[in-house]
């Protein structure tokens, strides 16, 4: 039986509201380091081997700054020829950067948060440390200008009485465009549960 995907997410309440949570303070950033620890606003196509991006620019949320996130660990090598042909903008007025500019040697995830009480799902990168990875200590959680995301915070709420928090983390299996991961639906990594107290369990 083929598992159905879960939608990319774009455009919901909480990320729309990213903008909101980081703001940008006049500067374009350094692309320099494995984390590119703040919020990244644009992304397109264009030419291969990081020949330079074209056409329309397009905004870039949660999930999309996970994948140029991605492209800079060695997990992405297997798919370095479609990264190669991404480009990213930190704002406007600010340099293009190809997907591929150095790679680093990191445990890379997708991460997936999602609360239906509180309208909230969220894509935020993993790095697994080591150890148990049934152990949420074992894990990094990054995205944007926040390298240690821990439980209570925006892009991690606390649960709620009707409903835990949900993360769930998986392994990339493959880049279907510049802005979407490929995965195994059914073959979470791990999964982990934040009650309302910010009490933490493993499903």
């Given at each position: 039986?083929?598992?159905?995907?879960?939608?990319?997410y774009r455009g919901d309440t909480q990320i729309s509201a990213?903008?909101?949570?980081?703001?940008?303070?006049?500067?374009?950033?350094?692309?320099?380091g494995a984390y590119l620890p703040f919020m990244i606003g644009r992304y397109r196509h264009g030419?291969?081997?990081?020949?330079g991006?074209?056409?329309s620019w397009y905004s870039a949320e949660c999930q999309e700054n996970v994948m140029m996130r991605y492209a800079r660990t060695r997990k992405c090598?297997?798919?370095?020829?479609?990264?190669?042909?991404?480009?990213?903008?930190?704002?406007?007025?600010?340099?293009?950067?190809c997907y591929i500019e150095g790679t680093f040697d990191?445990?890379?995830?997708?991460?997936?948060?999602?609360?239906?009480?509180?309208n909230f799902s969220h894509a935020v990168c993993a790095e697994f440390l080591g150890g148990n990875a049934d152990e949420?200590?074992?894990?990094?959680?990054?995205?944007?200008g926040n390298l240690d995301i821990r439980p209570g915070n925006w892009q991690m709420p606390y649960g709620?009485?009707?409903?835990?928090?949900k993360v769930t983390i998986y392994e990339i299996t493959g880049v279907m465009t510049c802005a979407v991961p490929d995965y195994k639906p059914g073959s979470p990594k791990a999964v982990f549960l934040i009650g309302e107290n910010g009490t933490i369990t493993s499903e």
């Open positions: 039986m083929t598992q159905k995907k879960e939608p990319p990213v903008h909101r949570h980081v703001p940008g303070d006049g500067d374009c950033h350094s692309s320099a030419l291969p081997d990081c020949g991006g074209s056409g090598l297997a798919y370095i020829q479609t990264l190669a042909g991404c480009y990213w903008m930190e704002r406007e007025g600010c340099p293009e950067h990191l445990d890379f995830y997708l991460t997936f948060v999602k609360n239906a009480s509180q949420f200590s074992s894990w990094k959680f990054y995205q944007f709620t009485k009707t409903e835990d928090t």
